[in-house]
């Protein structure tokens, strides 16, 4: 994710790229795995003001690095600047579970969790754009999802997960 993917006035990100691992070196793909990776969606506004906050750390960091600073303009990146690589972050995602007392899981299955917690607020081919999937039924490829259809299913998602007890 780079920071010229997010619209701070709209309100919203766009999926279109993603980095792999490719002989123990990280390549930025200019695509995703499928078209249908490839979306704009919305983000709530506490969300968005957490990543205005981020973008201003990350300068502060920037500057203390200084020369030895990989300037890549991407959203998540290690202490020199540099892409986050997938066993990086899933080492780092397993500390997180250790450290909030929660059972392993892998990275991925929060897409899981998030399509089941979608699935109780809104339909099918909403979820799909979301997720970046392909829907399945002839309907499904006339219909459009509308970005405020997106915007109201990830707010509510949002708001459910940030609740107090």
């Avoid at 986050?84 to 899981?105: I, K």
């Amino acid at each position: 994710l780079g920071w010229d993917d997010l619209d701070w006035e709209a309100g919203t990100v766009q999926i279109r790229r993603q980095v792999q691992a490719i002989n123990t070196r990280l390549v930025i793909s200019e695509y995703t795995k499928t078209d249908a990776g490839r979306r704009t969606l919305p983000i709530a506004p506490a969300l968005l003001e957490r990543l205005r906050e981020h973008w201003r750390e990350q300068q502060e960091e920037r500057a203390l690095v200084g020369a030895g600073w990989n300037e890549r303009k991407l959203v998540f990146v290690t202490e020199n600047g540099t892409p986050v690589g997938p066993s990086n972050l899933a080492r780092h995602f397993r500390l997180l579970l250790v450290c909030a007392g929660q059972s392993p899981l892998r990275l991925h299955d929060l897409r899981h969790t998030c399509a089941t917690f979608l699935g109780e607020r809104t339909s099918d081919r909403v979820i799909s754009a979301i997720l970046g999937h392909t829907p399945a039924t002839v309907t499904a490829r006339y219909a459009k999802v509308t970005l405020g259809q997106m915007r109201e299913a990830l707010e509510g998602l949002y708001q459910m997960l940030t609740e107090e007890d």
